[in-house]
């Protein structure tokens, strides 16, 4: 079947409407889909454009100095109201701000004394991949490594904290 066009003396056929509409007309609805999910993402601030490296090493710096800090309200800096914190890889996630600082409260120590350095290791969107190293001094000496998985809203604080922590003369093998 042929078909007239809008402008005048095109005839097409219906093949020709076919590869019209797979070749334009679906990319086109499918960019305007895409840009419509990632509006929805950044208004549900799922997506965060622009991280990079020193925006986390920034994001870590401030973590370390919201854990060294008396209390949890800087909490609401680094962690969005609704982040979830997972302390290891097989334990249930801590989920939002007030059960984030009873955590915090119950793992710190007013007297320990620490070193800590780190390392981003990989940014993707909005997950990065930091390695830690926490030395603990007196009373308590204590050193572990520990790889961080963090994703970040748009504002930049983090909405999921995951870490994978190891101690030296532990086991990393199940049968150890």
């Known amino acids: 079947m ?4 809008l402008v005048q003396g095109l005839v097409l056929s219906d093949q020709d409407i076919e590869n019209i509409v797979d070749q334009v007309l679906m990319p086109a609805v499918g960019l305007v889909v895409l840009h419509r999910q990632r509006m929805r993402d950044d208004e549900a601030g799922r997506t ?6 020193q925006r986390v090493r920034r994001w870590v710096a401030d973590y370390e100095r919201a854990w060294r800090a008396s209390g949890t309200t800087a ?5 969005t109201a609704d982040a979830t914190y997972q302390q290891a890889p097989y334990l249930e996630p801590v989920s939002g701000l007030p059960a984030i600082a009873r955590m915090w409260e119950a793992e710190r120590s007013a007297d ?7 390392e981003v290791v990989a940014v993707d969107g909005d997950t990065a991949v930091v390695r830690v190293e926490v030395r603990y001094q007196a009373p308590v000496r204590q050193e572990y490594r520990d790889l961080w ?8 604080r983090c909405r999921a904290f995951e870490e994978w922590p190891f101690w030296p003369d532990k086991s990393y093998r199940a049968d150890g």
């Open 112 to 118: 320990e004394i620490f070193e800590m350095s780190s």
């Open 75 to 79: 909490l609401a800096e680094i962690f």
């Open 48 to 53: 965060l454009r622009g991280m990079d490296r």
């Open 2 to 5: 042929l078909h007239h066009c």
């Open 149 to 156: 998985i963090a994703r970040f809203a748009a504002d930049g």
